[in-house]
């Protein structure tokens, strides 16, 4: 089945270590995102990708990193300079201009 | 830069109540326009969506929404609503041009029965 598809689903990590998120979409589409949902605050975009090996900081990037070496992958990392890096992480993609399709999310907890 | 506005955080319903969302936006150019739906422990899925022609838009189960380019509304309306919609909805804009999708805050529907 097409889709994208996020790992891990949860996680759990202590403060000052690196995370690094998961993000595979098997649409064939040239654009990917990664967003940040918290309670009361929508979706805000961290970043996002219109092609292989070229990415654009959203919203609140700082703290996070990307890389996009493949067009079905977008991993995010999130560092250990984000300030309040627990949260609801999703991730997205679209045709260019297109609707967005979102995978199921991740849940990180920092402890 | 753009920017979405959903007034209404809670919004509570009984079955069968008429269901209005409110959603503004601001930006200078064309957009695109979008409403999601997020159900309970489920992934955000389209609901409906305007990018060009009529501006009253049909989408699934029943809802629609209609662009008012003067109010730059884009508000969700269902005639009659039942259990099954509780859920969080989300409106969005993007540029048209291949803009970043920008999210309003949300809000929580809840239906009773």
């Known amino acids: 089945d097409g889709g994208i598809t996020q790992s891990p689903k949860y996680l759990f990590r202590k403060e000052g270590q690196n995370v690094t998120l998961s993000c595979e979409q098997n649409?064939?589409?040239?654009?990917m995102y990664w967003y940040r949902q918290d309670p009361g605050q929508g979706l805000r975009l961290i970043y996002y990708s219109q092609i292989v090996n070229d990415f654009q900081k959203g919203d609140i990037a700082e703290g996070y990193s990307v890389s996009r070496e493949k067009k079905e992958s977008f991993p995010l990392t999130v560092t250990s300079a984000q300030k309040n890096p627990t949260a609801f992480y999703l991730c997205?993609?679209?045709?260019?201009?297109?609707?967005?399709?979102f995978g199921e999310g991740s849940r990180l907890t920092v402890l | 830069a753009q920017s979405v506005s959903q007034h209404n955080h809670h919004v509570i319903l009984s079955e069968a109540a008429s269901l209005e969302l409110g959603c503004n936006y601001s930006?200078?150019?064309?957009?695109?326009l979008f409403w999601y739906v997020q159900y309970p422990g489920q992934h955000l899925q389209l609901l409906l969506k305007y990018f060009s022609g009529d501006p009253l838009v049909k989408g699934i189960k029943g809802f629609e929404a209609e662009f008012i380019k003067s109010k730059f509304s884009f508000n969700l309306r269902k005639p009659s609503v039942q259990w099954s919609d509780t859920a969080e909805y989300f409106c969005?804009?993007?540029?048209?041009?291949?803009?970043?999708?920008?999210f309003g805050t949300g809000t929580r529907l809840l239906v009773s029965p």
């Open positions: 649409l064939n589409h040239d654009a």
């Open positions: 997205a993609s679209s045709i260019k201009g297109g609707e967005l399709f």
């Open positions: 969005a804009v993007q540029g048209t041009g291949f803009q970043k999708l920008v």
């Open positions: 930006y200078g150019g064309t957009v695109n």
